[in-house]
């Protein structure tokens, strides 16, 4: 008889633990539970996790961060491959030599040659490429309807032509900061090499390149009337 108990109790225990075993590592609900493991950017966020507003952004989750993954900046090369290729730009002329890169809305403006059969309507058309969609589109720039930045940037680098002839067909313009009569940005000679800070000053209704180089930019430029943070970083003479 004590035999026999034994045995029940015995079966009892193992069907236990055999139960117990089958909840735990078997039951659907708790491997549904599993949480996905992160390993980028985009699943931080989407995971509702909290994002640092640095540049690039950042996400943090489980002890660890992720970066968000910035697309590279177009050379001047790559974007000129764009605006060629674009069919709209394509229709309203050809490209030019001539160009410059918009520092505050990540644009380059490829002048365009305008096909004669479209006739002229005092419009001066340009091809440009967005360097964070790296598409292009055309903005004809006629009379009215000219971006505020766009014509001191290609005023300048007329003016840099002049002084520079060597580099017509390669210099490039950024402008980082700008007023109605006042630009401060850099120029790069020929792509991929250091380039210069420049800064140009609407002087009698014209533009007027007053500073160039890779050198201190001079405090006593504050004369031409300069906002206070264009020579931040200047140097008393």
Not at 29 to 51: L, S
Not at 104 to 117: A, C, P, Q, V
Not at 119 to 146: H, Q, Y
Request: aromatic content about 8%; glycine content about 8%.
């Amino acid at each position: 008889m004590t035999k026999t108990i034994y045995a029940i109790l015995l079966i009892i225990i193992v069907l236990a633990l055999a139960g117990y075993w089958l909840f735990v590592y078997k039951s659907p609900a708790v491997n549904n539970n599993k949480t996905p493991a992160i390993t980028n950017f985009d699943e931080c966020a989407a995971a509702g996790n909290p994002i640092m507003e640095s540049y690039p952004r950042q996400c943090n989750a489980n002890g660890q961060t992720f970066t968000e993954t910035i697309p590279a900046s177009l050379n001047a090369d790559g974007a000129r491959l764009i605006a060629a290729n674009n069919k709209e730009c394509g229709i309203v002329g050809v490209l030019s030599g001539q160009y410059t890169y918009n520092e505050n809305s990540k644009t380059w403006w490829f002048d365009i040659e305008r096909n004669l059969e479209l006739g002229d309507d005092g419009c001066n058309p340009a091809c440009v490429v967005s360097d964070l969609t790296k598409t292009a589109e055309v903005n004809l720039r006629c009379t009215g309807l000219i971006e505020p930045s766009e014509p001191a940037g290609e005023k300048i680098r007329q003016l840099f032509t002049q002084k520079y002839p060597t580099y017509a067909e390669t210099l490039t313009v950024r402008i980082a900061q700008e007023t109605a009569s006042h630009v401060r940005g850099t120029i790069v000679f020929v792509d991929g090499e250091p380039g210069g800070i420049f800064l140009a000053a609407k002087i009698d209704g014209n533009w007027q390149i007053v500073h160039d180089g890779n050198g201190e930019i001079p405090c006593s430029l504050s004369s031409y009337g300069f906002p206070n943070d264009m020579l931040s970083d200047c140097a008393a003479e």
